[in-house]
Structure formats: C-alpha cells, structure tokens
C-alpha cells in the first residue's frame, strides 16, 4: 500500500493474491454462464417462473439438476480455495456444510426438521419429506439410521427380535448401562412403544464443548436434561 502513496502497513501474500483472483474469475465465470448460455438462460427462466418456463419447452427437471451440478462445482472451487488458504483442515467445517446441505434438501421439499440431541453424541431427529427426499439424504450421509418405526405410540412388538436386540444394543451404545435398560423396560422391549424407547434415550446427555486444539465439538461435559422428545415431535407435523 506504501508503494501507491497510500500510509497504511497491509501485507498481501500469494495466497491473498489467488484467492482474490479466483473469487474474479468464478464471478464472471457464473454471470456468463446464467447470461450467455443456454442452460443458464433455462436455470433462470425456471427460477422465475418454472410453469411459463416448462410451456416455453424448458426441461425443469434437467435445470434443476444442472444447477445442482453447476453449485456442486463452485462448492469444490471454495474448498480448494479454502485448503490452500488456511493449509490445515477443520474438523467441524464438513458436518456444517453437511448439515446446510441437509437442510436445504428438506426445505426444498416443503418439508421440516427438528432434533433433540442425546448421549453418545448423537441425536433423535423428526423430518417431514416426502419418501425420495428422506430416502436421497440416508443414501447420502453417514450415521444416519432409520427407525423401525414411524411413529412415537407405534408399538415395538411387532418388530423381530433381532431389530429389537438391535434396539437395545444401541442405547447401551449411546452409554446407558445394561441395569439402567433392564430397570426401565425388563427383558423385552416388545412391551412398549417407540416412544418409550425414544424417550428413555433422551433422559440425559453430556454437555457439549468446543475444543480448540481440534477445532471440533467434543461431547464430555457434565450431564444435562435433553431437549424433551415430545416438544420435537410437536414441532413437525
């Protein structure tokens, strides 16, 4: 800055550099791709107006399929950009893009979500979506399981033995004791509801906590009433 007469003591490295200059490039690269082309042109008609779009012969399915495609792109051109700029990874960075994306995918189907978070750092989560949607994101993320059943007064007797042996297999997972699940449903889990079961693993969980070292949320606090499972439930509908 001294070099253009100007008093200020600001350093610009490489990386400053290209950053800036890749933000250039991919700016004018997205206005001529929506302005110029015929799959922007197609993109923006069907966000204008995507029925007039459709009568005019846009294939509203393939847009909205390309602009996926096209956002993926820029996503991958941001988190190279975002690698080389900080050299180091970040460990909460993709379970926030993640969760965005999971999100995005659910409101885009008219849908909602809430959770409640549990112990054994997970989390009981309520969605409203239609099957595809629900099916696409448990395809795509790790971790996600569904349940057996869809509702909180659904009745477990129904399932197998072994999905209910899974059942309990995952709450002693979670980190509840085998005498605290024996003490609460006996020897099988067919006796009671989704509900019971659900609610029985959102009792208690650990108090979350950032750690710096690994720039990530760690689950090990002190114990603290969960979110209650029937305020989620009431929340989507």
């Not at 890749?22 to 004018?28: D, Q």
Request: proline residues 3%; hydrophobic residues 50%.
């Amino acid at each position: 800055m001294q070099a253009v007469g100007l008093p200020l003591k600001v350093v610009f490295r490489f990386n400053d550099l290209f950053i800036l200059l890749l933000a250039v490039v991919c700016a004018v690269a997205v206005s001529l791709f929506l302005y110029r082309s015929a799959t922007g042109r197609a993109i923006r008609a069907c966000a204008q107006n995507a029925e007039l779009a459709q009568m005019k012969g846009v294939n509203l399915d393939g847009a909205i399929q390309r602009a996926f495609a096209f956002g993926g792109a820029l996503a991958g051109a941001a988190a190279f950009a975002f690698a080389l700029y900080y050299t180091r990874p970040f460990g909460n960075h993709g379970a926030q893009s993640g969760l965005l994306a999971f999100t995005a995918a659910i409101l885009g189907d008219g849908g909602w979500w809430a959770e409640t978070e549990i112990l054994g750092d997970r989390a009981i989560v309520k969605i409203r979506a239609s099957a595809a949607t629900i099916a696409d994101i448990a395809a795509a993320a790790t971790g996600i399981k569904r349940l057996p059943k869809d509702r909180l007064d659904d009745s477990l007797a129904s399932l197998s033995p072994a999905v209910r042996s899974a059942l309990r297999a995952e709450l002693q997972d979670m980190g509840y004791s085998l005498a605290e699940i024996g003490a609460h449903f006996g020897s099988d889990l067919g006796n009671f509801t989704l509900g019971d079961v659900l609610r029985f693993a959102a009792s208690r969980r650990l108090k979350p906590r950032y750690d710096a070292g690994s720039d990530s949320i760690l689950c090990d606090g002190p114990t603290q009433p969960c979110r209650p499972l029937d305020s989620v439930d009431a929340e989507v509908k």
